[in-house]
């Protein structure tokens, strides 16, 4: 069994900072691309960024210059540095991960369970 758990969410003022990480644990499986999404209250899941195991970074257009994402491959983990943060910003954060296990020639979508940033004006 995969599991993602995510950590770093928390209340932080307008103008601050707060990393998120998240980690995969399991056995036997290989991970492509990692990915944050954010659901604010009352509104869909949308994407934030995603990183491809070897490829170019993207973003959505309201975090491009304040947010980034990076992984470490050798611990199976991605991160999500917010600079800059906007009361907007508050969400439920969700780390996803594309993985295929050893055991599979599919790749499927793994999703942590979600970590509340809030951000007070």
């Known amino acids: 069994q995969v599991q993602l758990v995510e950590s770093g969410g928390g209340l932080v003022q307008a103008g601050g900072s707060l990393r998120l990480s998240c980690a995969a644990s399991?056995?036997?499986?290989?991970?492509?691309?990692m990915g944050w999404y954010h659901q604010a209250p009352g509104k869909q899941r949308e994407l934030v960024a995603v990183i491809p195991s070897g490829g170019s970074t993207s973003y959505a257009d309201s975090v491009k210059g304040r947010f980034t994402i990076s992984r470490d491959n050798a611990k199976n983990t991605v991160y999500l540095q917010r600079n800059s943060l906007k009361p907007e910003d508050t969400a439920v954060y969700y780390c996803?991960?594309?993985?295929?296990?050893?055991?599979?020639?599919?790749?499927?979508?793994?999703w942590g369970q979600g970590t509340q940033v809030t951000v007070s004006s």
């Open positions: 996803n991960a594309r993985i295929r296990r050893a055991s599979s020639i599919f790749e499927y979508d793994y």
């Open positions: 399991g056995s036997s499986f290989s991970i492509n691309t």
